[in-house]
């Protein structure tokens, strides 16, 4: 079956622009989670989403970042007025169940964002 | 607070034992991951622990102590495709905070 799915691949845009990166879960898997990955770093939690519970944002470095989900399927995820520290590879995961689970987490490949 | 250590590198020769430790302090604990990341793809998953003790699976297994906050992967026959960053992870309510990984080099 499908794995986790991430759009566009690549985004390289201007300072001070809006960007959207989108994540297609695995089809059943209740939860869905964001993070952010530097060069040569491990990945940095931004958001937490299980199932119709109201998500974790603990991870979100500022208000200009911000995550929806829609039910138990796609999520997106917008940073406005982008700055050079946003540039990042953003990646996707989803497992079967999120709380109290052994359920691993399957990544996407990430969207790699540039900002000029 | 949340923190998980990881030697940031290691290197060994084809057909050896690895261990990359991982150690953790951290609010609250409902397993610990490992995953592997190859340069420029994403995370897949390893191994899981929630109990004491050693997991074995293949050529690769994962130990924990919960006492001490301290977790092993154990790769054996190294291959030179086992060159890649092992990320451990702890979770704790659903949330995984990740270290930062340990990249390891296999030389023939």
């Known amino acids: 079956g499908a794995g986790v799915s991430q759009s566009p691949s690549n985004k390289v845009t201007e300072k001070g622009k809006d960007v959207e990166l989108r994540c297609d879960p695995i089809?059943?898997?209740?939860?869905l989670y964001w993070y952010r990955q530097r060069l040569g770093q491990g990945l940095e939690f931004l958001i937490y989403f299980q199932g119709n519970s109201a998500p974790d944002k603990s991870g979100l470095p500022s208000d200009r970042f911000s995550a929806e989900r829609t039910g138990e399927s796609v999520s997106t995820l917008t940073i406005q007025r982008t700055q050079q520290e946003d540039s990042a590879v953003y990646l996707c995961?989803?497992?079967?169940?999120?709380?109290?689970?052994?359920?691993?987490?399957?990544f996407g490949d990430g969207t790699r964002l540039s900002i000029l | 607070g949340q923190n998980i250590d990881q030697p940031t590198e290691m290197t060994a020769t084809e057909g050896a034992i690895v261990q990359i430790n991982c150690t953790y302090q951290t609010s609250g604990f409902n397993g610990l991951f490992w995953y592997q990341q190859h340069a420029g793809e994403a995370p897949t998953f390893l191994s899981y622990n929630v109990l004491d003790g050693l997991e074995e699976k293949g050529r690769f297994s994962s130990f924990l102590s919960r006492s001490k906050g301290y977790s092993y992967l154990l790769l054996k026959e190294l291959q030179m495709k086992d060159s890649a960053s092992y990320l451990c992870a702890v979770t704790n309510a659903g949330k995984s905070t990740f270290g930062d990984g340990t990249t390891l080099t296999v030389k023939p």
């Open positions: 089809s059943g898997h209740t939860a």
């Open positions: 995961a989803s497992s079967l169940e999120g709380r109290f689970s052994n359920q691993p987490q399957h």
